[in-house]
């Protein structure tokens, strides 16, 4: 089983720029969240967080004889020295960059002229993509 955390784009811009101007200079900060997830559980998540929650297929079994794969920081040092934290927890975060591209997905319809700039053998596909995620979405 691999397990991650993932750090919402806002709180890593704060963290960027919270480490350039007040970090210590040559003093190394991990960047991230202690919030532990495996893929699998994330895969759920992100699913349950549509209206119409897509099915989510498993393509393999986590595999005993593996080593773990654990990518999650030890934000400490930054939590302590710097104030840092993890503000956006998973869950809002995937609602709001669903939201997000909610937003965009209208907008990027509204101006479907534009798609004349995909050469015409991709233009099809690219409209069906986003009707797609459109069903989705909704």
């Known amino acids: 089983t691999q397990y991650r955390s993932y750090l919402y784009a806002a709180d890593l811009a704060i963290w960027l720029w919270t ?3 007040r970090g210590t ?3 190394a900060y991990n960047v991230g969240s202690e919030d532990v997830i495996t ?6 998540e992100v699913a349950s967080s549509f209206p119409n929650s ?14 773990s794969g654990r990518y999650v920081p030890s934000i400490k ?8 934290d993890s503000w956006i927890k998973l869950k809002e975060a995937l609602q709001r960059t669903i939201e997000w591209n909610q937003k965009c997905i209208g ?15 991709y233009r099809e596909h690219l409209i069906q993509f ?5 069903q989705i979405l909704k």
């Open 19 to 21: 480490i350039l101007f």
């Open 25 to 27: 200079p040559g003093v």
């Open 39 to 44: 893929i699998r559980e994330l895969a759920y």
């Open 54 to 67: 897509p099915k989510v297929i498993i393509a393999k079994s986590p595999t005993q004889d593996r080593t």
């Open 77 to 84: 040092k930054a939590r302590e020295s710097l104030g840092l």
């Open 107 to 121: 907008q990027k319809l509204q101006y479907a002229s534009r798609f004349e700039m995909v050469p015409s053998r």
């Open 130 to 134: 986003l009707h797609k995620i459109i």
